[in-house]
């Protein structure tokens, strides 16, 4: 593994990270792939919008089809016939988002099944091993989130089962070629977040993952306490914001130091008949686009918008077809792939600082969720 931080810009960094399966120029967005698919669309499709690196969903990909199943038929790669890099999360996060269905202790969490209600025994060294099972080529160590608000007991509580965890994981057998990401935690509280910034840094994984933000809290909290890690944590390794994908969040992070993201916010809302333009998100299914002759989004490269209206995508949801789930998602993509291009393109090249202006101006103020 390397990371080759190439340009700095203030906070922000342009950088690049070898995988077993091609390398990652940062700062980059991960289309999520939490079923082995990005949904609506083929892998070539993906790669075709300039994604260089998807992510899977080891718990569910654990239950179904099985971590064993997929190592039988060739390793997630095959399985889901994507050429680029994987990254796989742990599970973790659903032990806050499932957290009726889940036991913590200190040795794991023992889910119930959402398919079936079959029992479930997460541990760090079984889920290091499903992530060894499915061969992604970034695995996250097991991690235990809070939600917002969270009292600073419960934070450190959390936290602090979070490193005891990721030591487990460092600690388990590594898969060749794979790298792997530890995650910082510490609630909602500055303290916390410093303290874990500093313990998890002082560890030798590959990267990490800043877990835990953008769960209902202030998004001005949000912002600081990811500075507050983004300062402490190792500058020779890759920062991850879990589960962030807004555009302006995107370049709030960029500016503090964040190098990787994923969201399901672009395919999410395209199955609901939204995209993502430079004048905001808007809702293809209101009335006022029946007739409407422009493309999706002015000046967008994407497929989408070189070749169809907004007036025949609104056609398509009020019709119900799933061509416009599949228009809609490589939009936002799209959109979200060449925004930290922008970006990355613009650090270290003297044009950064205006660059952020104008997206500032563009994205901040705009009305997304």
């Known amino acids: 593994m390397s990371f080759e931080l190439l340009a700095e810009d203030g906070g922000a960094r342009r950088g690049r990270l070898s995988t077993a399966h091609g390398p990652i120029d940062t700062p980059a967005f991960m289309p999520v792939g939490t079923q082995a698919t990005v949904k609506a669309l083929i892998p070539d499709e993906v790669a075709g919008l300039g994604a260089q690196v998807l992510l899977g969903n080891t718990y569910h990909l654990a239950l179904r089809p099985g971590a064993d199943r997929i190592a039988r038929l060739g390793g997630l790669h095959r399985f889901m016939g994507w050429n680029g890099a994987i990254l796989t999360d742990s599970g973790g996060f659903q032990v806050f988002s499932l957290d009726h269905l889940v036991r913590v202790s ?20 079984s889920v290091m091993a499903m992530q060894r099972e499915l061969g992604s080529d970034i695995a996250m160590a097991f991690d235990q989130p809070v939600a917002w608000p969270a009292t600073p007991a419960a934070a450190r509580a959390a936290m602090e089962q979070t490193h005891r965890w990721a030591v487990r994981c460092l600690d388990d057998e590594r898969a060749p070629g794979q790298l792997r990401f530890g995650i910082v935690q510490g609630g909602f509280d500055q303290e916390l977040r410093r303290e874990s910034a500093h313990m998890l840094g002082a560890l030798p994984f590959d990267g990490f993952g800043i877990g835990g933000l953008s769960l209902g809290e202030p998004k001005a909290l949000t912002f600081s306490l ?25 370049i709030e992070a960029i500016v503090r130091g964040v190098d990787m993201f994923d969201c399901v916010l672009p395919t999410r809302i395209a199955r609901n008949g939204s995209i993502l333009t430079r004048g905001g998100r808007i809702n293809l ?25 907004r007036a025949y995508l609104r056609h398509l949801f009020m019709a119900g077809e799933i061509l416009g789930h599949r228009l809609a998602s490589i939009h936002n993509l799209r959109l979200l792939v060449r925004l930290v291009g922008q970006v990355r393109d613009a650090i270290g090249g003297g044009r950064f600082d205006d660059l952020v202006t104008s997206l500032r101006e563009q994205w901040v103020q705009a009305p997304l969720p």
Request: glycine share 8%; with cysteine; aromatic share 8%.
């Open 106 to 125: 200190d040795d794991g969490a023992t889910f119930r099944s959402h398919l079936d209600g079959s029992e479930q025994r997460f541990t760090p060294e």
């Open 226 to 250: 990811l500075s507050a890690q983004t300062a402490i944590l190792p500058r020779d390794r890759p920062r991850y914001l879990m589960g962030v994908g807004t555009p302006a969040d995107l």
């Open 285 to 309: 299914r209101n009335h006022r686009f029946i007739e409407d002759p422009a493309p999706p989004d002015e000046g967008c490269d994407c497929y989408t918008c070189q070749r169809f209206t």
